[in-house]
């Protein structure tokens, strides 16, 4: 009877439980998929190390205050720190800079899909560092259509650009760089000690945002002009939305649908990131990012088992 009754969660939990996790689901992967766009935006009037100083501290200082009604304030163990900063480094402060850096070459919604390779990079570490995470058929299946998307996104010239050291290849290389961060971040994540979420993410907030501080001040200096208004309203809503905001919606789904249900917004942020830079920003969609799209989705229907997942079977 217990066993059935823990099958019976498992299952509620892999389908999303709630109706409104549903809700919530969409809602983060639209909130995600404005950030390339709001980056794009906020790149107009400032440099991209200090864009992501500026919306690490906005999202701090919200989050900072908000830990203390919800949750009692910060972490009190130094090993809960420890992991905090592990988690801010490989998910915050190092893969914020390559994208934002990487959009200085890049339209958004291009970057945008480089980030659906994540839970490949994701499924392949956990292969070899978590206990009970092995690659199946279908995994490796997965991987290998993703990975001929990737092929199709990069393009044909793509070794003669890195070659030759053009700002272009560079830039995918490092949106590369930034999946293999979250997909570390995710596995330090793991090994994280139990404690309160939103304590956790308040604190991994403020040690990513002295260390985005620092590279900015380092690399570019001191701001030497206010941005446009627009640019303004652009990081105010990229710390409200994508970084902060975002964080306490994923959370939420994360307690009340699990990490399996949550794995679903992988499909939608790429989709909604070539969405936005298109419809908000003029950017053209090639034949070729479309291609690479399709198959990148594809690749993560299969590895996942989406239709199962969808359906709220145990994967």
Request: aromatic share 8%; proline share 5%; glycine share 10%.
């Amino acid at each position: 009877m217990q066993g059935s009754t823990l099958s019976r969660k498992l299952i509620a939990m892999n389908h999303g439980g709630d109706p409104l996790n549903w809700v919530r689901l969409a809602a983060l992967g639209i909130i995600w998929g404005t950030a390339f766009m709001l980056v794009e935006v906020g790149l107009e009037d400032v440099e991209p190390f200090t864009l992501v100083a500026v919306r690490l501290t906005l999202a701090a200082l919200i989050l900072w205050p908000l830990s203390y009604p919800l949750c009692g304030g910060l972490p009190k163990r130094a090993i809960v720190w420890i992991f905090a900063g592990g988690v801010a480094v490989l998910s915050n402060a190092l893969p914020f800079a390559l994208l934002t850096w990487a959009q200085t070459y890049l339209t958004s919604g291009v970057a945008g899909v480089f980030m659906a390779f994540m839970p490949f990079m994701s499924l392949a570490m956990s292969h070899f560092l978590i206990v009970g995470e092995r690659m199946t058929a279908r995994n490796a299946t997965g991987l290998g259509i993703g990975f001929c998307g990737m092929l199709v996104l990069f393009g044909a010239d793509a070794l003669r650009q890195i070659a030759a050291g053009e700002g272009t290849a560079l830039a995918q290389i490092a949106c590369l760089g930034a999946t293999f961060c979250y997909a570390t971040g995710s596995i330090v994540m793991k090994r994280a000690p139990e404690t309160r979420p939103i304590a956790f993410g308040a604190a991994t907030m403020i040690l990513a945002a002295i260390m985005a501080v620092v590279i900015a001040y380092t690399v570019e200096g001191a701001p030497q002009a206010m941005p446009s208004a627009t640019s303004t309203l652009a990081l105010i809503a990229l710390a409200i939305g994508p970084t902060a905001g975002a964080l306490l919606l994923m959370l939420r789904i994360l307690k009340s649908a699990g990490p399996p249900f949550l794995s679903l917004v992988n499909y939608q942020v790429p989709v909604w990131a070539v969405i936005f830079g298109a419809v908000f920003l003029g950017e053209q969609v090639s034949p070729r990012l479309g291609i690479a799209l399709a198959m990148v989705l594809l690749g993560l229907a299969v590895s996942q088992n989406l239709w199962a997942r969808m359906r709220g079977r145990p994967v």
